[in-house]
């Protein structure tokens, strides 16, 4: 398009002045202004309540999961705590039907060992059989289920409050789970505290703690225990003898730790010949060879 021809208009002298225009206070687009503005704010209030409603619909839902992992992990150790006294029962059962059909001999191997079986290897009078409940904390000491193991020991002392033998059970209950753990101050402390209250432990417990507190860079803890419980063990049966050999063992091992070659030599050497079978001599027989070389 060419340019717009402007065109000269003569206005009378006459004519009255021309009235500016109000200039108008409206801005441009308020209308869409305003209404875009709207927009936004109602976007972001929707946003915030979709966030809230996010953040409430978690927290609901990890609320729900940890309930639900809660009562799944009661529901399991119920689940342990009920199979190891069936499995308990069973043998207490089955025991108690062989008994009343002659009986089995009294160091018949096949029977479980009591926890509180004394350091000449022989039960204790009146604890010749082993309670249901026993077999259950047994049961679950050899599979390392401490949790299960204290709580039906705890429970056996609530119901015979003063019986020392569940005391000692639970007792040993604890000790081996504080070795299990590595907590030697309080596997010692415990140890410590069961002879002050004259408690009948399993030597096994003792020597346990000395091991530990071999592997903790103390030797001579270790061989006091080890020492006390090979002074004590002079039963002659297979449990004694094999009690016997485990802590000269420890005690040969101690020895050596702290420079005593020759007497640690000599307790490993005897505790090869006490070992009750031929995987058991082997393991012990390494220990053995272990520190010949070292006196070399």
Partial sequence: ??????????????????????????PKHGFWTGFSV???????GALLIGVIAVLVAMAAGLSTARDQARDAYAASKAQQIAAGQAVAAEAAAAYAEQNGN?????????????????????????????SVEELAIDSALETEDYDTAEKLARELVARNPN???????????????????????????????????ALELDPSVALAVADL????????????????VVKSTTGTTDDARYLRGAALLIRGMAK???????????????S???????ETAAEWQQYLDQIREKSR
């Fill in 213 to 228: 507190w071999i592997a903790e860079g103390e030797p001579a803890r270790g061989l006091a225990i080890a020492d006390l």
């Fill in 272 to 278: 090869v010949r006490l070992a009750p079978d031929k």
């Fill in 102 to 130: 002659g009986g089995m001999a009294d160091e018949d191997p096949s029977l479980p060992a009591s926890p509180l079986v004394g350091a000449d290897g022989d039960a204790d009078d009146g604890a010749e059989t082993m």
């Fill in 1 to 26: 398009m060419g340019r717009r021809k402007i065109v000269a208009v003569n206005i009378p002298t006459n004519t009255p002045p021309i009235q500016p225009h109000a200039v108008s206070t409206t």
């Fill in 163 to 197: 019986d020392p033998l569940a005391r000692a059970l639970l007792q040993t209950v604890r000790i081996e789970r504080a070795v299990a753990a590595g907590d030697i101050a309080s596997a010692d402390a415990l140890l410590i505290e069961a002879r002050e209250l």
């Fill in 256 to 270: 050596a730790e702290l420079g005593d070659l020759a007497g640690g030599t000599k307790d490993l050497e005897d």
């Fill in 38 to 44: 709207g927009c936004a704010v109602s976007l972001v």
